[in-house]
Nanobody, 123 residues
């Protein structure tokens, strides 16, 4: 089993950067693929990107490709979401999620989720 806690959210302005962190607990965290998602109240959850268990492969949703970057440090049990050139439409609750299965990860059917962290971008 693995537990996830997001941190690093906050209020920023258009064009700013922000780095979110996802801290994993459990001895097998380094076995898990980890993804980032976001959700605006009243809208469907959106996949942003994911990184595989050893950090060699990443995949991003088209709307954030080139602005958002995911990395991980398994020694620290951390996964990061670097967000650059933020826009007001990036305002959402951001979640990290983990799953052993890459396909399930991309589909948003992850078995493990964090509690979310709020990101607000004002113009």
């Amino acid at each position: 089993q693995v537990s996830l806690v997001e941190s690093g959210g906050g209020s920023v302005h258009t064009g700013d950067s922000l780095r979110l962190s996802c801290t994993g607990s459990g001895s097998t965290f380094s076995d898990y693929n980890v993804g980032w998602f976001r959700q605006v109240p009243g809208k469907e959850r959106e996949f942003l990107g994911a990184i595989d268990w050893n950090g060699y492969n990443t995949q991003y949703e088209a709307s954030v490709n080139g602005r958002f970057f995911i990395s991980r440090d398994n020694d620290k049990r951390m996964v990061y979401l670097q967000m650059n050139t933020l826009k007001p439409e990036d305002t959402a609750i951001y979640y990290c999620a983990a799953d052993l299965n890459w396909g399930r990860m991309i589909a948003g059917a992850n078995r493990h989720w964090g509690q979310g962290t709020q990101v607000s971008v004002s113009s």
